[in-house]
Nanobody, 123 residues
Framework: QVQLVESGGGLVQAGDSLRLSCAAS????????MGWFRQAPGKERELIGA???????YYEPSVKGRFTISRDIAKNTVYLQMNSLKPEDTAVYYC?????????????????WGQGTQVTVSS
């Protein structure tokens, strides 16, 4: 089992920044990719970005240029730096890990999920 714990969510104003963390513990994969998803009220959960084992990153167009994914392998932690936040970024944010070199946009491709952290951006 792998446990993923997100932290760093909160209530901010439009234009502010937040950094989410996703700390992994338990069983570790030799090679893995991490995805960040979000689910806004009344909408389906969607992939907004990912980082592969090799360090390549992917971003959904609506967050590209504002959000940055990074990681600290020694700490088994992945970060989502969110800048220039907008009200439409309001959602529950989830991290997920996939036992693969490659990221995926499909939820079913991820093996373990965090519990989610709420991000609320006021206008």
């Amino acid at each position: 089992q792998v446990q993923l714990v997100e932290s760093g969510g909160g209530l901010v104003q439009a234009g502010d920044s937040l950094r989410l963390s996703c700390a992994a513990s338990g069983r570790t994969f030799s090679r893995y990719s991490m995805g960040w998803f979000r689910q806004a009220p009344g909408k389906e959960r969607e992939l907004i970005g990912a980082i592969t084992w090799s360090g390549n990153t992917y971003y959904e167009p609506s967050v590209k240029g504002r959000f940055t994914i990074s990681r600290d392998i020694a700490k088994n932690t992945v970060y989502l730096q969110m800048n220039s936040l907008k009200p439409e970024d309001t959602a529950v944010y989830y991290c997920a890990v996939r036992n693969s070199d490659f990221a995926s946009s499909r939820e079913s491709d991820y093996n373990y999920w965090g519990q989610g952290t709420q991000v609320t951006v006021s206008s």
